[in-house]
């Protein structure tokens, strides 16, 4: 809710602190609340609530869709960002983090200092952080959500602090806890009075997760539940250092690509961003950077998409040190292109979108990408040809409609012998064609949704005239259609 908050009020659509708000996910029957500000909660909003249900108790109840995906990367990304604190930590759940702080404490001065340092960082980034310090994963979880702010909790008042706190501090699902509720077991106290053969005997059945006795020996450290951390990916880059500066970096520019390319094909991998960084002797540091439209880990194309960008590197004192490195990185897999020993169009075909992107832009070189729409017209857009993924620069697949199409199309005088069959001859350019054979018509309602009222709906016609030229025409409404006047013609695509 915070992060949407902060991107609400980046734009100027903030809403005030006063309106109930919140977010929205999926559900098995309809929208669920996800996110909730204070303003929602103190209206009695509860979370995993349908939608539905709590319009009825707060008519005002603003709902806005939740980002899961934006959210579950923002997390990731402050996983990261926490390990300032330690080395290990671990995404829990889709709204806490966990740290083990083991031994690293005392950099900051003890664990209260570092609690304080923590929720200042939380707070600069915009995040209100509900803090914990225990020596136990299911310990700190449970006094961060129900016990007080800044909670510090040494290994010898576990039982103390955990007893007065809910059974739902053990992470148990809400099935357990009903359960548990239902036998009176309202705090972890009294699920750790009860006699463990008896609970043995009630939960043994039970999946690991949702067995409040092996919760409840996990937050008591009776049994181990260490944090494994998540180490991201090695980077793939190749290093080359110049024990005296030079001039000129093209020389060393093909090792590096090669080694490069060794690294990703070791690892079963292809890159689709390149960059070139370059540190002068006196401190700069220049960089250059390409893309490929498909995974690709050949040395020889990548450094063909260097070429005349390094000449215009200023050299000033010279260079000492030269950095390759794979910035955007993709899983490619060894194929074999063809049976019959031909070239692969589609891999020719990137590689010469790669060329000329590198030389005059990626905004420069586009192609079509397909819409839902039965239009001619409205049925692609135009997008750079690097901003798709792999797969559309293979062959698209076969329409049976003109390859050329004439925007707009063209008004055309026609000559037909029944008003709603097909043309005879039509003049188009000061031209008279004659038509010798044709096909259809394929009729083509207006798109209700978009359109203006009393557009004409479209009936196109695959003629051929005595030439053996072939066009694409189509009429324009339909006479004593109540919607105009007689039909016009239009010519709209030719076929090659």
């Known amino acids: 809710m915070e992060r949407w908050a902060r991107v609400m009020e980046r734009t100027g659509a903030a809403p005030p602190d ?46 806005n869709y939740a980002d899961i995906e934006g959210d579950r990367r923002f997390l990731d990304w402050l996983r990261l960002w926490a390990r300032r604190w330690c080395p290990w930590s671990v995404s829990d759940g889709d709204d806490g983090l966990i740290l083990d702080t083991t031994g690293s404490d005392h950099l900051f001065g003890g664990e209260a200092a570092m609690l304080r340092d923590m929720e200042a960082r939380f707070s600069g980034l915009g995040l209100t952080a509900q803090l914990a310090a225990a020596p136990t994963w299911g310990a700190a979880w449970g006094l961060a959500r129900f016990g007080p702010v800044r909670a510090i909790c040494p290994e010898a008042a576990l039982a103390e602090r955990l007893g007065p706190l809910p059974v739902k501090a053990l992470r148990l699902p809400q099935d357990t806890l009903l359960l548990l509720n239902r036998l009176g077991l309202k705090r972890i106290a009294d699920l750790a009075a009860i006699p463990r053969p008896a609970l043995i005997r009630r939960f043994r059945e039970m999946e690991p997760e949702c067995n409040p006795l092996l919760r409840l020996d996990q937050a008591m ?86 070429e005349g960008k390094l000449e215009r590197i200023n050299p000033g004192y010279g260079f000492d040190l030269i950095l390759l490195e794979a910035l955007a990185v993709e ?15 589609a891999l020719h075909l990137a590689r010469l979108i790669d060329r000329l992107s590198a030389r005059f832009g990626a905004r420069v070189v586009t192609r079509p990408a ?75 309602a207006p798109e209700w949704w978009q359109d203006r009222p009393g557009t004409r709906l479209r009936d196109y016609f695959k003629v051929e005239d005595h030439q053996g030229r072939r066009f694409w025409i189509y009429r324009e409404g339909l006479a004593d259609d109540g919607r105009g006047g007689a039909p016009r013609w239009f010519l709209h695509g030719m076929f090659l």
Request: glycine share 6%; charged share 25%.
């Open 221 to 306: 450290g009776r049994l181990a539940e260490p944090v494994s951390s998540e180490e991201e990916e090695a980077p793939f880059r190749a290093i080359c250092r110049l024990s005296e500066p030079i001039q000129d970096p093209t020389p060393h520019v093909p090792e590096l690509c090669d080694a490069l390319c060794d690294r990703l094909e070791a690892a079963g991998k292809g890159c689709r961003k390149l960059r070139l960084t370059i540190y002068h002797s006196d401190g700069e540091v220049s960089a250059v950077t390409v893309a490929t439209s498909r995974p690709s880990r050949e040395g020889a194309h990548l450094l063909r998409l260097f």
């Open 18 to 63: 006063d309106l109930p708000v919140v977010l929205a996910a999926e559900g098995s029957h309809g929208p669920v609340v996800h996110a909730l500000n204070r303003a929602a909660r103190l209206s009695g909003i509860q979370t995993g609530a349908r939608v539905v249900d709590m319009r009825a108790i707060c008519p005002d109840l603003q709902v």
């Open 370 to 444: 397909p819409r839902e729409s039965h239009l001619p017209e409205r049925a692609q857009d135009w997008v750079s040809a690097m901003a798709g993924p792999p797969g559309d620069l293979a062959d698209p697949p076969t329409l049976d409609r003109p390859v050329r199409l004439i925007a707009p199309p063209e008004e055309i005088r026609v000559l037909y012998a029944v008003p709603e069959g097909p043309p005879a001859q039509f003049v188009w350019r000061r031209q008279t064609l004659l038509i010798t054979r044709y096909a259809g018509p394929e009729r083509i």
């Open 331 to 345: 899983d490619l897999d060894e194929t074999q292109n063809r049976l019959d020993g031909q070239p692969d169009d």
